[in-house]
């Protein structure tokens, strides 16, 4: 009986294993292939503001962050950088710097959405024209599935 209870155990845990090593390979895996420097850079030259991605955010750890130069233009919002690999990134637009999931709930209903985040070294995601950047102060990197914050950057002081 210990050792059908043992073999239990062991197998429930390598199970659990595996299962966290899925959520976290999987997107790696399926990633399109990530915009190259020099593509990002052309993006870069005609934005109009922009912010740094940093690693040490109130709740950015070590399987949740972000660094390098974001650059916002009226039509794309570009990443020369990473973000920490993870599923079902979304890119929002905030009213105000936050850096916190709490905080990113309490303003969520303020944020627009963006589109989706596919690439974790360098980004370019295509801004809706039905939103202007001028709006908004800070772009967020959340991960909607697991509600978690990844990282943000503020790219222009509140008016």
């Known amino acids: 009986m210990k050792k059908v209870i043992l073999l239990l155990i062991t197998h429930l845990a390598v199970g659990i294993a595996g299962f966290a090593a899925g959520i976290y390979f999987l997107p790696i895996l399926t990633a399109p292939p990530a915009p190259t420097q020099a593509e990002v850079e052309a993006v870069a030259r005609t934005a109009t503001y ?7 955010l ?7 962050w972000g660094e390098g130069t974001i650059s916002v233009s009226r039509d794309t919002i570009s990443l020369m950088g990473s973000v920490s690999p993870g ?12 850096e916190t ?16 985040v596919k690439t974790f070294d360098n980004f370019l995601v295509a801004v809706p024209a039905t939103l202007n950047p001028d709006d908004y102060t800070t772009v967020i990197v959340w991960c909607e599935s ?14």
């Open 87 to 98: 599923p079902d990134y979304k890119l929002y637009l905030s009213p105000e710097f936050v």
């Open 101 to 116: 999931e709490a905080d990113f709930e309490r303003l969520k209903s303020r944020m627009a959405r963006v589109g989706d």
């Open 58 to 64: 109130a709740d950015s750890d070590a399987l949740h």
């Open 146 to 159: 697991f509600g978690e914050f990844i990282t943000a950057a503020q790219y222009r002081q509140p008016n």
């Open 50 to 56: 922009s912010g740094e991605f940093r690693r040490d």
